[in-house]
Structures are given as C-alpha cells and as structure tokens.
C-alpha cells in the first residue's frame, strides 16, 4: 500500500502563506472526499487540522484551509506563524477498507 | 475531556509477540471505531488497523495483515493490538486514535513505542 505523495519539506517566512500538496490515485483522493490532515509536533500525538478535504473542527484557526483537484489535495496555511512550524500529513479513505497518510512534509518558519 | 493513553510498548526480541493497550475517558467509548497508526523511526505516519465500535468489523493495512490483531472491550473502554512475529520494521511508536466521522482522526494518544531488538 503506497503512500499520498508529499513533498517532504516547505519553508515560509512568518506572514507569508505556504501551499502543501497531497497527491493519490483515483482509488482514495480522486474518488472520496475523505481527506484530512493533521499537524504533527515532535513527542505528542498528531492534532487534526481539517477534515472532509475542506472543513475545519472548532478551535482551528481559520489561516489553515483545504481543497482538492483531482487525484490532489492541498492544504494552505497563512499568515504563518512560528507555532505552525510542525509536520503535517494528509489521510484520506482509500478503497476498498484502509486509510492511506500521506509520507509527511516538514514546514519551516 | 477526551483522552487515550497508549501501554504495553517497550524492548522485545525478534519474532516474539506483543499487546498494546488504549485506554480511553472522556467520551462514551462503545460509540466510536478506534483506530491504530504508527511511526517508525524518522518515517512518516503509517495506518495500521481499525476496529468499529461494536468490534465486529476489523481491517487491516497489508504491511501487518495475518501478524496483527486489533480488538477492543466496551465494559474497559480499552482496545487493543496484538502484535505477533515481531520484526525489527515493527520499531515505531503506536498511537491510538478515534475515528469522530469516517474518514478522520480527532483524538489521539501521546503514543507508546516499540522496539524490537535482539
């Protein structure tokens, strides 16, 4: 099972905007709208950040959204703040019974 | 508050079996799949396995099917992975995870690792 293909770093300056890419096949990001991510910080469990490729849980802050193109997912943070230096990795269902994360991309204030 | 504290990982030789343990509270438990995920060491997230909330259903990822076993007690509000056959590309740290709609993780554990090592 391979996994979404990210890239494995980005860097931003604080106030800048930031795009990571999220990319599968038509068997999970093409064909469902399963996508989530997560902001991972070193030593603690991953924290979901979106859901549903553009729905946000309470509590996170409106400078992270999400979106989809085809077989490709996108999440978009601005304003970055130092805080938001972390890994982050997408997921999404992949048919016909597993979920799939994406291999994690290292984000650089 | 919701919180799932993950048990059981620690040094085990190669080819011996292991079981790990979630704990949950703050939620009514028998209502939600739980899932596992692990990281290996400077590697990327991995899904392991799923459990629904009745237990009745269970898949797996390829990499652990046949060797790992997921299950779960509602009157413990625990579920757990049994590992079997452990192999060094099993070293990573597992965490448990609640599945709030299909398709997403909002709650996990701060995780356990498990390395095996002769």
């Known amino acids: 099972q391979s996994a979404l293909t990210q890239p494995a770093s980005v860097s931003g300056s604080p106030g800048q905007s930031i795009t990571i890419s999220c990319t599968g096949t038509?068997?999970?990001?093409?064909?469902?709208?399963?996508v989530s991510w997560y902001q991972h910080h070193p030593g603690k469990g991953p924290k979901l950040i979106i859901f549903?490729?553009?729905k946000r849980p309470s509590g996170v802050s409106d400078r992270f959204s999400g979106s989809k193109s085809g077989n490709t997912a996108s999440l978009t943070i601005s304003g970055l703040q130092a805080e938001d230096e972390a890994d982050y990795y997408c997921c999404s269902y992949r048919s016909p019974d597993s979920w799939v994360f994406g291999g994690g991309t290292k984000l650089t204030v | 508050q919701v919180q799932l504290a993950e048990s059981g990982g620690g040094v085990v030789q190669p080819g011996r079996s292991l079981r790990l343990s979630c704990a949950a509270s703050g939620f009514t438990f028998s209502s939600f799949s739980m899932h596992w995920v692990r990281q290996a060491p400077d590697k990327g997230l991995e899904w392991v396995a799923v459990t629904s909330s009745d237990g009745s259903i269970e898949y797996y990822a390829d990499s652990v099917k046949g060797r790992f076993t997921i299950s779960r007690d509602n009157s413990k509000n625990t579920v757990y992975v049994q590992i079997n056959s452990l192999r060094a590309d099993d070293t990573a740290v597992y965490y448990c995870?609640?599945?709030?709609?299909?398709?997403?993780?909002?709650?996990w554990g701060q995780g356990t690792l498990v390395t095996v090592s002769s």
């Open positions: 995870a609640r599945e709030l709609r299909f398709g997403d993780f909002d709650y």
């Open positions: 549903d490729v553009t």
């Open positions: 038509s068997s999970d990001v093409g064909s469902y709208n399963y």
